[in-house]
Nanobody, 120 residues
Framework: QVQVAESGGGLVQAGGSLRLSCAASGRIFSINAMGWYRQAPGKQRELVARITRGGTTDYTDSVNGRFTISRDSAMSTVNLQMNSLKPEDTAVYFC??????????????WGQGTQVTVSS
């Protein structure tokens, strides 16, 4: 199994920056990709950014050019640098890890989430 834990959320003014970190532990060798998702009140959880073990990244359109996802080579830590924050970025941000093991197939593990609040 894999455990993930987020840190780095908080309150920031519009135009400011925050850096979120996600620490993975356990069978991290089985992680194929990690991602950041967010869920605002009354809305569905949505993908923000995702990075594969090979380094391929994917961003939702609304954060492209403002957010950057990065990882260490072991996939033990994934960071999300968020610049030029907007009030609409306010949400609980969740980290997840996608794993695959022979005979076990794919699994997804989620963290508890960290609150990001952007004031106008």
């Amino acid at each position: 199994q894999v455990q993930v834990a987020e840190s780095g959320g908080g309150l920031v003014q519009a135009g400011g920056s925050l850096r979120l970190s996600c620490a993975a532990s356990g069978r991290i060798f089985s992680i194929n990709a990690m991602g950041w998702y967010r869920q605002a009140p009354g809305k569905q959880r949505e993908l923000v950014a995702r990075i594969t073990r090979g380094g391929t990244t994917d961003y939702t359109d609304s954060v492209n050019g403002r957010f950057t996802i990065s990882r260490d080579s072991a996939m033990s830590t994934v960071n999300l640098q968020m610049n030029s924050l907007k009030p609409e970025d306010t949400a609980v941000y969740f980290c997840n890890a996608e794993t695959w093991v022979p005979g076990g197939g794919q699994s997804i593990y989620w963290g508890q989430g960290t609150q990001v609040t952007v004031s106008s």
